[in-house]
């Protein structure tokens, strides 16, 4: 079985931390992903990985940045936390060269910016 | 760029019911996929369906596809209480694009 695991299920924070969530798949996937969640608005597509060393931004960067340096970990930045970064971010891995491949996710972090 | 629409966006039923929810979306896709979150859980995939597919099973779970109407169904058959959930449709588009995820169906069902 696929396992992804993040680093905290629940953080709390103060305003202007630098906040680090981490993210390590077990099956050598190429692809990783980091979501965040908040009711009414779904998943919302923060940055994602298809090779080591490489990122994309997604829907919504702005105020994150993310770090690969190994194939199997996924990292997270928030510079310099807010309150509306107060959210669930999921992290999910996916096999192969496509980002349209099934997705495995994390337990998910439910991180408080106070 | 949300693409796939869950519709209802929730349900409620008794056990033993039928569930459909439907998911709308609105550009050509290479595939369709339903997931299920329990609450304050991550997502877990529950099935794929191609574009040049109409319908796929899985045990009590039954997709539809129609890509004229750009329209697909999931279907959850005699649903237990454990059922109870939220249901994304994520939409895989051509080329490289990741997966698009709808906002989610939230299924209750009641014992």
């Known amino acids: 079985d696929v396992k992804v695991t993040q680093s905290s299920r629940y953080l709390v924070k103060r305003t202007g931390e630098k906040v680090f969530l981490e993210c390590v798949q077990d099956?050598?996937?190429?692809?990783m992903f980091w979501y965040r969640q908040d009711p009414g608005l779904g998943l919302r597509l923060i940055y994602f990985?298809?090779?080591?060393?490489?990122?994309e931004k997604g829907d919504i960067p702005e105020g994150y940045s993310v770090s690969r340096e190994k194939k199997e970990r996924f990292s997270l930045i928030l510079e310099s936390a807010s309150t509306n970064q107060t959210s669930m971010y999921l992290c999910?891995?996916?096999?192969?060269?496509?980002?349209?491949?099934?997705?495995?996710f994390g337990p998910g972090t439910r991180l408080t910016v106070l | 760029s949300q693409q796939g629409e869950e519709d209802p966006q929730a349900l409620s039923i008794q056990e033993g019911e039928n569930a459909t929810m439907n998911c709308s979306y609105k550009?050509?896709?290479?595939?369709l996929q339903w997931y299920r979150q329990n609450s304050g859980r991550g997502l877990v995939h529950l099935i794929l369906?191609?574009?040049?597919?109409r319908e796929k099973h899985s045990g009590r779970l039954r997709v539809t596809l129609d890509t004229s109407k750009k329209s697909s169904s999931l279907l959850i058959t005699a649903s237990r209480a454990a059922d109870t959930a939220s249901y994304f449709c994520?939409?895989?588009?051509?080329?490289?694009?990741?997966?698009?995820f709808g906002k989610g169906t939230r299924l209750s069902v009641i014992a």
């Open positions: 999910a891995s996916s096999a192969g060269g496509r980002g349209t491949d099934t997705q495995y």
């Open positions: 990985s298809y090779d080591v060393k490489m990122k």
């Open positions: 369906i191609r574009s040049n597919e």
């Open positions: 550009t050509s896709i290479n595939n």
């Open positions: 994520a939409t895989g588009l051509s080329g490289n694009t990741p997966l698009v």
């Open positions: 099956m050598d996937h190429e692809n």
